[in-house]
């Protein structure tokens, strides 16, 4: 059977791209077998869905709870 590591953050509030570099790098030192990363949060800058495409090497996905534009 096929063994997949997901690496999941929480946070309550407003997601930056400073707050995602930190993330991904936490999480790429702390579980080097992830083959995705997933954050979930508040909101999200406008910069971090561009930083997401700027990753080569993980799979990032963005979970927003705000439903306000």
Do not use: W
């Amino acid at each position: 059977m096929a063994k997949k590591e997901i690496a999941l953050e929480f946070k309550d509030r407003h997601l930056t791209r400073p707050d995602l570099d930190q993330i991904v790098g936490a999480k790429t030192r702390a579980v080097p077998d992830a083959s995705e990363i997933i954050v979930r949060c508040r909101s999200a800058a406008r910069t971090v869905s561009e930083a997401v495409d700027s990753y080569d090497n993980e799979k990032i996905t963005i979970v927003t709870t705000d439903s306000r534009p």
